[in-house]
């Protein structure tokens, strides 16, 4: 049994071409920057024509390993708040598989306590 974080963005009107660019600028930053080559990452999938006020959705199969796993968790996460801000107006529906990931302006998208210091330090920094 695997555990994924699934996120998506609805709304009536389409991506202009500015945050069509800006999410590509987030998607390539994230891959640059993302740690581990053997474990998933940040991935949107390719645009279906059913579901026409989709403007991103995707999801990521979370990692088992103790050691990788809130790196990823965190990293991936990071990168959808930055696409949640560059796409105002925006319905964003984040979650590990039934559970819903909260959202704080000044945080962006993260569990209770999961960027908590003492807890990074504990776990081997983040």
Request: hydrophobic share 40%; proline share 6%; glycine share 4%.
């Given at each position: 049994?695997?555990?994924?974080?699934?996120?998506?963005?609805?709304?009536?009107?389409?991506?202009?071409?500015?945050?069509?660019a800006?999410?590509?600028?987030i998607?390539?930053?994230?891959i640059?920057?993302?740690p581990?080559?053997?474990?998933?990452?940040?991935?949107?999938y390719a645009?279906?024509?059913?579901?026409?006020?989709?403007?991103?959705?995707g999801?990521?199969?979370?990692?088992?390993?103790?050691d990788?796993?809130?790196?990823v968790l965190?990293?991936?996460?990071?990168?959808v708040?930055e696409l949640?801000?560059?796409?105002p107006?925006?319905?964003?529906?984040?979650?590990m598989?039934d559970?819903d990931?909260?959202?704080d302006?000044?945080?962006g998208?993260a569990?209770?306590g999961?960027?908590?210091p003492?807890?990074?330090?504990?776990?081997?920094?983040?």
């Amino acid at each position: 049994m695997s555990v994924s974080l699934y996120y998506c963005a609805n709304r009536a009107t389409p991506l202009t071409d500015a945050e069509t660019a800006a999410v590509e600028r987030i998607v390539a930053a994230h891959i640059a920057s993302f740690p581990y080559e053997d474990q998933e990452s940040l991935y949107l999938y390719a645009s279906d024509d059913s579901r026409p006020d989709e403007l991103v959705a995707g999801s990521t199969k979370m990692t088992f390993d103790p050691d990788k796993a809130l790196l990823v968790l965190d990293h991936v996460l990071r990168s959808v708040s930055e696409l949640r801000r560059a796409l105002p107006g925006a319905e964003w529906r984040v979650h590990m598989d039934d559970l819903d990931v909260p959202w704080d302006e000044a945080e962006g998208y993260a569990f209770p306590g999961m960027r908590d210091p003492d807890l990074a330090a504990e776990l081997g920094g983040l």
